[in-house]
């Protein structure tokens, strides 16, 4: 399928699941109200919760959906790898770490993407550094390797809870599971999103050469060690902000740009902007599963994720070996 026919459609998917999210939740209200809501925002209960607790939601899920899709698709062009995930390899655990941390330490609310990215970074370089990417393509090395370093940052975060007040604990877990907060702050991630863009559809040339291989991508030109600082950089970024503001979330990043590969391809200039958006539908959806499934309690997103994504790891690792 072509890549503009491919984001054409996933446009009215994302539109779908929108209004979906907006007309649907824990409270059932008449459609009618909502829609009234909608296009004249009376002062009533239905425009309070369009616009005060669905809509703000719904456009947070959009957005971090879409920035852990684009994280997990720079991490598997990194690694040359479909595995390759910030959740599975530990990334999304070094961030969620830091955030823990400054939480425990009573840092400002500034200093969490700080201390987000700086344990995103430490994990990733771990990574890089115990599973040999350089030399090898071993599949399972750079799994098992990920796979220590999820559960190393899991006894981190075993160790930060208990010594947290009892007080804190009921938010750090929900937090943790990837909580979608209404209230959290959009600009931050928004922006983040909106300026590693550009940058990287403008390198969707040389991203494509780098699948071929290090030494056949130089050889055509292409300056490698930019190319992978540039996708390790904003795959950091994109991650550690999205674990600062919504909680390490799984598995967005392996389904997102998986399925885009198999219906259009590996082309960055339509995988990236088709990836993002996935991601947005993808979480999304997750949430509005998560408000309605067992109303009018909510789980966390990042449980539905979580179901959606284990059963196609395991079939990825079937179909590698």
């Known amino acids: 399928m072509s890549g503009r026919l491919l984001i054409l459609l996933l446009l009215p998917g994302l539109l779908l699941v929108t209004l979906l999210s907006l007309f649907?939740?824990?409270?059932?209200?008449?459609?009618a109200d909502l829609l009234s809501a909608m296009l004249f925002r009376e002062n009533s209960l239905a425009s309070e919760i369009l616009w005060d607790y669905?809509?703000?939601?719904?456009?947070?899920?959009?957005?971090?959906?879409?920035?852990l899709a684009m994280a997990g698709a720079m991490m598997q062009t990194l690694l040359r790898n479909p595995l390759a995930d910030p959740y599975i390899l530990g990334t999304s655990g070094g961030a969620a770490v830091g955030v823990l941390a400054a939480f425990y330490l009573a840092l400002p609310a500034w200093f969490h993407l700080v201390a987000a990215v700086a344990g995103a970074l430490f994990s990733t370089l771990l990574l890089m550094l115990f599973s040999g990417f350089r030399r090898s393509r071993d599949t399972n090395r750079l799994l098992l390797t990920?796979?220590?370093?999820?559960?190393?940052?899991?006894?981190?975060?075993t160790f930060i809870l208990t010594l947290s007040p009892s007080s804190s604990l009921p938010g750090m877990l929900f937090w943790l599971v990837g909580d979608l907060n209404e209230q959290a702050s959009l600009t931050v991630p928004s922006l983040v999103l909106l300026l590693s863009?550009?940058?990287?559809?403008?390198?969707?040339?040389?991203?494509d050469l780098l699948l071929l291989g290090r030494n056949q991508a130089a050889s055509i030109g292409?300056?490698?060690?930019?190319?992978?600082?540039?996708?390790l950089a904003f795959a950091i970024l994109l991650t550690a902000t999205?674990?600062?503001f919504a909680g390490p979330i799984?598995?967005?990043?392996l389904v997102a740009p998986h399925i885009i590969r198999l219906i259009s391809g590996s082309s960055h200039r339509t995988l990236i902007p088709a990836t993002a958006i996935l991601g947005g539908i993808l979480l999304v959806a997750a949430?509005?599963?998560?408000?309605?499934?067992?109303?009018?309690?909510?789980?966390?997103?990042?449980?539905?994720?979580?179901l959606l994504g284990v059963p196609l790891f395991l079939y990825l690792i079937r179909r590698q070996s």
């Open 287 to 306: 949430d509005l599963l998560s408000r309605t499934l067992i109303a009018p309690r909510m789980v966390p997103a990042g449980v539905f994720m979580t």
């Open 197 to 207: 863009l550009p940058p990287l559809l403008l390198a969707s040339r040389p991203l």
């Open 146 to 157: 990920g796979i220590v370093l999820t559960t190393g940052w899991g006894a981190l975060i």
């Open 242 to 244: 999205a674990v600062a």
């Open 222 to 231: 292409v300056d490698v060690p930019r190319m992978r600082l540039l996708l």
């Open 250 to 253: 799984g598995f967005v990043g």
């Open 24 to 31: 649907l939740g824990s409270v059932q209200l008449p459609p």
């Open 54 to 67: 669905r809509l703000p939601r719904t456009l947070f899920a959009i957005v971090i959906g879409a920035m």
